[in-house]
């Protein structure tokens, strides 16, 4: 497809970390071993860098586990949906592992910009970008707030292999993980920020209130 484009024409790829393996914070300019192996897009996301490599206008938007928002079917809402299944608010360990995400208004911002961004020369191909609002919220505080949102659930630690029975075996696992994304090097290269509600004040404004058990 690339080649068809040109090296002329801007295009973006869309990528995620490998949320399963090792506790270091992912930066855009990382180099992840075994990303073929760990990451669902993780072919597609070293072929895209290594165009760029050869002149190709090329990025890469990595995503969190969270792109929220108003009628978000994804992560939150399957926790949300398996927590009043079972009564039960489960955060992993101590429940300071922090939790990333970004509204998906910001996220369909930072696309925009990337784009403009490879069209004008400002952005390099093969950059990596992350569409993170911020550092993350343990996923304790998360889980309270969803407990709260729910009402009349408990809450309480769970251990990584009941996080996975409960929510996933990939769902629960990044419920689990040490590791966060950064996105310093996204904000200087494409001038970006998140304006959107963050996870948190989404939670609390009831943007999942309305999910439903299953």
Known sequence: ???????????????????????????????????????????????????????????IVRLPPSVHGPHDPNFVTYIVA???????????????????????KDAARLYVATLEGLANGSIPGGQTVHAVEDSGHPTKVIAELIAGDIGNVDIGAITPDQSR???????????????????????KVTGWAPKENNLVEDIKAGVYSKVESH
């Open 82 to 104: 398996a927590s009043k299944k079972h009564g039960h608010v489960g955060y992993v360990g101590d429940g300071e592992h922090k939790w990333v995400a970004v509204h998906v």
């Open 165 to 187: 029975e409960r929510y996933s075996p990939f769902i629960g696992t990044i419920w689990g993980t040490k590791r966060v994304m950064k996105s310093d090097i996204t904000r």
């Open 1 to 59: 497809m690339l080649d068809a484009l040109g090296k002329d024409k801007p295009f973006i790829g869309t990528s995620s970390p490998m949320w399963d393996v090792g506790d270091e914070d992912y930066v855009e300019d990382m180099e992840l071993e075994g990303l073929k192996m760990h990451s669902p897009r993780g072919n597609s996301d070293l072929e895209l860098k290594a165009k760029g490599k050869e002149g190709y206008r090329t990025a």
